[in-house]
């Protein structure tokens, strides 16, 4: 069942950093949903909002997480947190 979530999102590059909900697909197979509990920007991304680096928008900023799992799609038995920066 999908999830709803917020997000800091730059919708455009130079533009202003927004806090919005979104919506989280269900998680498929061999893949694990994580609950950010914190999360900061670095000076990375600040150079990617402001179009200084390559990155698609809109963009999903914010990858230094803290984070604990909420639930697995599947048996998975090995288990590495990954955040994928400046996702979609």
């Not at 989280?24 to 914190?38: G, Q, S, T, W």
């Amino acid at each position: 069942m999908p999830r709803n979530a917020r997000a800091l999102i730059v919708r455009e590059l130079g533009g202003p950093f927004t806090l919005e909900d979104i919506i989280v697909d269900d998680i498929r197979p061999n893949e694990a949903l994580v609950k950010i509990e914190a999360s900061g920007i670095c000076r990375t991304d600040l150079h990617c909002a402001a179009g200084h680096r390559p990155v698609q928008v809109p963009a999903i900023f914010g990858h230094e997480g803290s984070c604990s799992h909420s639930g697995f799609k599947d048996h998975t038995s090995d288990v590495r947190q990954v955040l994928e920066p400046y996702s979609k």
